[in-house]
């Protein structure tokens, strides 16, 4: 009987007659996804989408200073963190590439893509990748693929990219709508991710990623990425309004305010600060019909500006106060 326990553990453990593990635990992210470098900026990032659940926990890895990698395929995970302490050891991306996939057992299935913070690329397909598979190396980027209706996702990709303007995220998007548009992964779609880093490391992860944003689980992914994305930027602007508002710059927090109800014209938030920074600078004409919207909306506004009322937040007048409040 002990060679059936035997043959149990090696199902269980994917042990092959060398002794080697393999991890059939790791995601099957089959999917599209670019790795790319803005020499403008020098910002890093990485953007995913596949028809697989939180695929952007798995093939995104980018860290501030250092460089991004996608991992994908027949996903090895350890990719991500290992790549970047070897980026980081000043090992260039192809040299990190060619070390992580010799030493790996599961090479011909992977797929594997790194940046590094000079822009230099290096990519990897395996030869059972399965198909449509491929990958394409451009100037300070690499789109790669796998499992797609067809040979024209990532060429697509790569020419979208490179005319795409705009910041890198808004280009990294881009080039995943363009997947799409050439036909994209062969069962459909699930998810995305977006991830961007800054070109130096300040150690504070909430400034060193400029942006990360996933969707993990719905019928349009690339669609809510991107309105993700236009939220991400109108709360960029609230919160440089509110650091204005802290430093009592109330004209830059209402210049900063009016950008962002500009990109969400339905959000009582900034509505809501935006009348409070033109109340501050006096101008009542201005502020007391947005009052008036978002009182309506939800009484608690009108509860929440009686709190600040007196506050550096709300340099007014009674007689202007109680205007509001009528």
């Known amino acids: 009987m002990r060679w059936i326990y035997l043959l149990i553990f090696m199902i269980i453990f994917s042990i092959d ?3 080697q593990i393999y991890n059939k635990s790791a995601p099957l992210a089959h999917t599209y996804s670019i790795v790319a470098y803005d020499s403008i900026t020098g910002e890093m990032g990485v953007a995913v989408q596949s ?27 350890n990719f991500g963190p290992e790549g970047l302490a070897m980026l980081k050891q000043g090992m260039s991306p192809q040299e990190v590439v060619d070390q992580l996939i010799e030493a790996d057992e599961g090479r011909d299935e992977r797929q594997l893509a ?8 290096a990519v ?3 030869k059972k990748c399965i198909s449509a598979a491929g990958d394409w190396k451009g100037d300070g980027y690499s789109v790669q693929a796998n499992m797609m209706l067809n040979e024209t ?3 697509a990709m790569a020419a979208a990219f490179e005319k795409a303007e705009g ?17 994209g992964d062969i069962r459909g779609k699930q998810s995305a991710a977006l991830l961007v880093v800054m070109p130096e490391a300040t150690g504070k992860l909430w400034i060193d990623r400029k942006v990360d944003i996933r969707v993990d689980d719905h019928p349009e992914p690339l669609k809510e990425l991107g309105r993700l994305l236009n939220v991400k930027r109108a709360y960029d602007f609230m919160n440089d309004g509110d650091v204005a508002l802290e430093k009592n710059d109330l004209d830059l927090a209402h210049s900063c305010y009016l950008k962002a109800s500009a990109l969400l014209p339905e ?8 009348a409070v920074t033109y109340a501050g600078t006096g101008e009542m004409e201005e502020a ?25 937040l709300l340099p007014i007048s009674s007689e202007d106060f109680h205007k509001i409040m009528e």
Do not use: C
């Open 17 to 19: 007659i060398n002794g």
């Open 51 to 77: 028809h697989w659940f939180a695929v952007g926990s798995v093939v995104s890895w980018a860290e501030a200073g250092v460089g991004a990698i996608a991992t994908q395929s027949f996903t090895n995970p």
């Open 114 to 121: 790194i940046v590094d913070k000079s822009g230099r690329v």
């Open 124 to 126: 990897y397909t395996g």
């Open 153 to 155: 996702v990532w060429p």
């Open 167 to 183: 910041s890198l995220e808004e280009r990294l998007l881009v080039a995943l709508e363009a997947a799409q548009a050439a036909g």
């Open 267 to 274: 959000n009582y938030e900034m509505k809501f600060w935006t």
């Open 288 to 312: 007391l019909p947005l009052f008036k919207e978002v009182f309506q909306n939800d009484s608690n506004w009108k509860e929440l500006l009686n709190r600040i009322n007196g506050t550096d």
